[in-house]
């Protein structure tokens, strides 16, 4: 997400309206690009979209000051009186990665757990090789590793000897060429290099993302004060449209939410 | 042990020594080459880049290096000139001078990221100028100070004292003897340190990544934000997505480097054949 | 602020060209006294170019007084021993002790130099005392160009090609001490290099050739005289090296593994001072990131402490050639 292009083509706009997207860091690639190609096309509308986090975005959209709010989290209780609107943008999903010559295939989400605490140290330990495990985290700005941290170690710890790499290709080339080493990913940046881990029995796809079988997901919204209006709803449908989910969705990484609807 | 033999090993060590330096330089240089020109074109030059990993060209990261460190040799230049005019010309040897010598040193072996959150602090910070390349070229016009100041005092002091007396014969004044025949003969030697110091200025990535911002932006006015070619360099290598952009990233920015390298022994050697 | 010269300095000074430059009027009165005009314009020029001088000082002392205004209340916080010798880095907790992060500095500089300084050193001597000036005109420029290559393209070679033949060698990941060592050496080769051969070419030739007189052989006249009378110089040249080494960032944090831990071998992930500052700064805040610049004090008052010890190593040797 740090690759992204602040809208510096300008539009040639005079009096365009100002559409306020504000919140999840994670959401922010999709949110910043299509942004971009909707003020293209509408040059009427300028898509202003920052990145301060999901709760942050949530209160700037039921305080009014942003048309729309983005997270990466459900609403928590004490939110739910705040009549917002949700529509689900995207799923993200993250693999769970091995070298494709380990031989572990299958792994339940507590043994992952104990795996990035430290607690395992040898694959011998979960019927693989005799060989060490290599840890490969991400760094702490990475909503990837945020919701990993949720989800997955339950807002543990992590082992503090772990690698710290700051960019899924990294992550995904060392697990490439490492043994020993595990990481996780999103989803939509897993390619033949690397190995798949079945979590709790389920193989992380697209299906069983969008049916919800595999563990380790979440969804990304959009919150709007009401059902979206005006350029607000004209943009999300942009959003939702498959040349964003199919395209941008899947670049970023993330799992398209409209392919299941059908 | 014969010494004859042991001289042989001893110079063949040293021989390794040299080649070993130099192979590494051929090294990096042509592995960046080898995997870099295929992604150069004229589009990936001029254009900029769009969608989630950065595909595209990298137009704007180019302006944004090239526009602060062009400001940095403007802030830089003049002021490092005259310090070392007063250096090589006026100083008498003493607590004073050597003050300054202190301090021209520390501040070249400052390590670049104390630099950059200097320059967050005082710059963008304290002074509320902001991301901006204006934060970032002050930042870097620190760094660049001590190099621009030692090599112009070098070259002052290697114009011959007979120049000068030529000159004082004639009447003129100490700052007109310094305009018109010491800093005009000692003038290539001053250019190739400015061109040094613009190169590592071309170079520098932990000074600029705090203080002129990392979203990619064309800068207009020295007031805007942008993502140099190091910095762009170094979170698509860190990302690992885009790679073969990394690869041009980088091949371009070691031409520019090569470019000020080789500007600046032009401009040396031009001076010693004229002295 | 000085026009480019167009003809050679010399002749333009010896033929009277100066005079002609000379703004109209001026040349006459230059004979006589100074003015007073002319008088109090030279003494306002000194002083700007003072002035101008003042700016590296000033520059340091902004430095000190910023970085320190942002870093000092850390060392309030934590206590001066709980911050540098805390043995556990861990913001999420707010424990900020920077002992592991010093410890891997320490550990990648000092690898840095072990590879670094024979190669540089034997750089030197090979560029002054037994290249051919043809010889010498290639790898001295190759040598000084080595130094101008971006720390970030060095990064980048150690990431893509040293760090996948470390992870073979080791069986790990390929992120750790030993990867760095071997990139920085690289990095400080031209520092050491270059101010060793300065140091050498500076020795008098007169000591050279009665070394070969009394019949020693190169080698001999290397180790017996030479390096023992650029001893200081060379020393020096480390020193600064050293420094480099310890302030390197971009390429550093591409190959260690910035685990800010103590690694239990040389191949397993490390962090640095300069590593950790650059993976924190994005998201920290508060006391976090005043530790921030509280290792940033750390890593001035150090480079500082290096050039002091190099000036007076420097002023020892004057002394001592004085004698």
């Not at chain 1, 959209?61 to 995207?90: C, F, H, N, Q």
């Not at chain 2, 002050?138 to 000068?164: D, G, H």
């Not at chain 3, 805040?285 to 921030?292: E, F, I, N």
Request: hydrophobic share 50%.
């Amino acid at each position: 997400m740090l690759l992204l292009p602040v809208s510096g083509c300008s539009t040639s706009g005079i009096s365009a309206e100002e559409l306020i997207v504000t919140g999840s860091t994670t959401l922010l690639p999709i949110a910043e690009v299509s942004g971009e190609m909707f003020s293209q096309r509408n040059e009427d509308v300028k898509v202003l979209v920052s990145g301060l986090g999901s709760s942050a975005g949530i209160e700037s959209v039921a305080k009014g000051s942003s048309d729309i709010g983005t997270s990466s989290r459900d609403l928590k209780d004490e939110e739910a009186s705040l009549d917002l609107y949700d529509t689900p943008v995207a799923y993200d999903a993250i693999a769970v990665i091995v070298n494709p010559d380990n031989g572990v295939d299958e792994l339940t989400s507590e043994e992952v757990r104990l795996i990035f605490n430290g607690t395992y140290e040898n694959w011998a330990e979960l019927g693989g090789d005799d060989m060490r495990i290599g840890l490969v985290n991400r760094d702490e700005a990475s909503g990837t590793r945020e919701a990993f941290y949720k989800i997955v170690m339950l807002e543990t710890p992590f082992d503090r000897k772990a690698a710290v790499l700051p960019g899924t290709g990294q992550v995904r080339s060392v697990v490439a060429e490492a043994p020993g080493a595990i990481g996780y990913i999103s989803l939509g940046f897993v390619n033949d290099e690397v190995k798949m881990i079945a979590v709790d029995g389920v193989l992380p796809s697209e299906e069983t993302v969008v049916s919800g079988t595999y563990p380790i997901q979440r969804t990304l919204h959009f919150f709007t004060v009401g059902e979206p209006a005006g350029d607000a709803a004209r943009f999300i449908e942009f959003v939702l449209s498959d040349e964003v989910q199919l395209g941008l969705v899947r670049e970023a990484g993330f799992t398209p939410i409209t392919e299941g609807t059908d | 042990m014969n010494k004859r033999l042991a001289n042989r090993i001893a110079l063949a060590t040293l021989y390794a020594a040299a080649g070993i330096t130099v192979s590494v330089l051929f090294a990096v240089i042509v592995y960046v080459f080898i995997n870099g020109i295929g992604q150069l074109s004229l589009s990936f030059i001029f254009t900029w880049p769009h969608g989630v990993n950065a595909e595209g060209g990298i137009w704007p990261t180019i302006v944004s290096t090239l526009y602060v460190t062009v400001l940095a040799m403007l802030i830089v230049t003049p002021i490092a000139i005259l310090a070392a005019v007063y250096l090589a010309e006026y100083a008498v040897q003493g607590r004073l001078v050597s003050t300054i010598r202190f301090a021209a040193d520390s501040l070249a072996s400052v390590p670049s990221i104390v630099m950059g959150l200097f320059g967050l602090a005082l710059f963008v910070e304290a002074l509320q100028i902001g991301f901006s390349m204006l934060s970032a070229a002050l930042a870097l016009s620190f760094l660049m100070l001590p190099i621009v100041m030692r090599t112009t005092e070098e070259a002052i002091r290697a114009v011959p004292k007979y120049i000068r007396w030529g000159s004082y014969g004639l009447g003129a004044t100490k700052w007109q003897t310094v305009r018109r025949t010491v800093l005009p003969a000692a003038m290539p030697r001053i250019i190739t340190g400015i061109i040094l110091a613009t190169g590592r200025a071309v170079g520098e990535t932990a000074v600029v990544i705090y203080t002129m911002g990392q979203a990619i932006n064309l800068p207009v006015t020295p007031l805007d934000s942008g993502r140099p070619m190091t910095v762009h360099l170094y979170l698509l290598a860190m990302d690992g997505i885009n790679l073969p952009a990394a690869y041009g990233t980088a091949l371009l920015l070691m031409i520019l480097i090569l470019v000020f390298n080789l500007g600046a022994r032009y401009f040396l050697r031009r001076s010693s054949r004229r002295m | 602020m000085t026009e480019q010269p167009t003809r050679d300095p010399i002749e333009q000074s010896v033929t009277g060209q100066q005079a002609e430059n000379a703004p109209p009027g001026t040349h006459h009165g230059e004979l006589r006294l100074m003015s007073r005009s002319t008088y109090i314009r030279e003494a306002a020029l000194k002083n700007l170019f003072l002035l101008c001088a003042f700016v590296a000082v000033m520059g340091v002392v902004l430095i000190i007084a910023f970085v320190g205004w942002r870093g000092w209340p850390i060392f309030a916080v934590e206590g001066v021993g709980g911050f540098l010798l805390g043995r556990e880095w861990n913001p999420t907790d707010a424990i900020f002790g920077i002992l592991p992060l010093i410890y891997g500095s320490f550990l990648v500089m000092a690898g840095a130099l072990v590879i670094g300084t024979p190669l540089a050193v034997g750089t030197a001597v090979f560029l002054s005392e037994i290249a051919s000036p043809r010889v010498r005109s290639i790898v001295r420029p190759a040598v000084e160009l080595l130094a101008g290559i971006p720390s970030v393209i060095y990064g980048f070679f150690g990431l893509v090609i040293l760090r996948p033949l470390v992870a073979q060698a080791t069986d790990g990941l390929g992120f750790g001490a030993v990867t760095a060592w071997f990139i920085l050496a690289i990095m400080i080769v031209p520092t050491i290099a270059t101010l060793s051969e300065d140091a050498l070419r500076s020795i008098p030739n007169g000591i050279r050739e009665a070394s070969y007189a009394m019949g020693a052989t190169t080698w001999q006249t290397i180790y017996k005289v030479l390096i023992p009378a650029a001893a200081v110089g060379i020393i020096d040249a480390i020193i600064l090296g050293m420094g480099r080494a310890i302030g390197e960032t971009m390429a550093v944090l591409m190959v260690v593994g910035n685990a800010p831990v103590f690694p239990e071998s040389i191949s397993d992930p490390i962090a640095t001072l300069t590593t950790q500052i650059v993976m924190d700064m994005p998201y920290a805040s508060g006391d976090h990131r005043t530790a921030l610049f509280g290792m940033a004090i750390i890593l001035f008052v150090v480079s500082m402490g290096l050039v002091a010890t190099v000036r007076f190593l420097s002023r020892f040797q004057t002394r001592l050639d004085g004698r």
